[in-house]
T-cell receptor
Framework: DAGVIQSPRHEVTEMGQEVTLRCKPI?????LFWYRQTMMRGLELLIY??????IDDSGMPEDRFSAKMPNASFSTLKIQPSEPRDSAVYFC????WGAGGNTIYFGEGSWLTVV | DAKTTQPPSMDCAEGRAANLPCNHSTISGNEYVYWYRQIHSQGPQYIIHGLKNNETNEMASLIITEDRKSSTLILPHATLRDTAVYYCIVRRQGGSEKLVFGKGTKLTVNP
């Protein structure tokens, strides 16, 4: 089965540029999460969606960050303008709420370096 | 804030059982214990979860104490590929319930 698919896997960009990270959740899943991982702060939840609707964006660091989920099979995390402190690994994850619970499955991450 | 306490690091010999402890003394009755691991440069990988009964799957076993204040993840025959950071997380089962990661335990399996 295809897992959570993220692109790009690696991105190097200059400060001030716009960055768009993409995610395809597991088919049929109704929850989608965006996490960020840095050495200093570990894994942090940025935002999550339920049925394409943003539910909690309290982890989004500032207005430069935005996330969308136009349909059940696609989500984006955009940073505009990017700054060096945004350098991190960004993980997308998805889950399905059902009788068996809602185990969350992660993608392989997008490694972002802002220079 | 993470509600669990784990040792920062552990070592294990290849082929032996790895027993990773986790304390969660403030766990609520409706909270499950989840274990994930993160191999270097990869996304977190789900291992196992449980409420109060011991659980076993193809990857590991989860032993939860009767008072549910602590648990142990057991990898029965550790291999070099099990070297990773292991996270113990308590979480309710609701769809909106988040995974809050702590610092985890860095397990090193030695040849």
């Amino acid at each position: 089965d295809a897992g959570v698919i993220q692109s790009p896997r690696h991105e190097v960009t200059e400060m001030g540029q716009e960055v768009t990270l993409r995610c395809k959740p597991i088919s049929g899943h109704d929850y989608l999460f965006w996490y960020r991982q840095t050495m200093m702060r570990g894994l942090e939840l940025l935002i999550y969606f339920n049925n394409n609707v943003p539910i909690d964006d309290s982890g989004m660091p500032e207005d430069r960050f935005s996330a969308k989920m136009p349909n059940a099979s696609f989500s984006t995390l955009k940073i505009q303008p990017s700054e060096p402190r945004d350098s991190a690994v960004y993980f997308c994850a998805s889950s399905l709420w059902g009788a068996g619970g809602n185990t969350i499955y992660f993608g392989e991450g997008s490694w972002l370096t802002v220079v | 804030d993470a509600k669990t306490t784990q040792p920062p690091s552990m070592d294990c010999a290849e082929g032996r059982a790895a027993n990773l402890p986790c304390n969660h003394s403030t766990i609520s009755g409706n909270e499950y214990v989840y274990w994930y691991r993160q191999i270097h440069s990869q996304g977190p990988q789900y291992i196992i979860h449980g409420l109060k009964n011991n659980e076993t799957n193809e990857m590991a076993s989860l032993i939860i104490t009767e008072d549910r204040k602590s648990s142990t993840l057991i990898l029965p025959h550790a291999t070099l590929r099990d070297t990773a950071v292991y996270y113990c997380i308590v979480r309710r089962q609701g769809g909106s319930e988040k995974l809050v990661f702590g610092k985890g335990t860095k397990l090193t399996v030695n040849p």
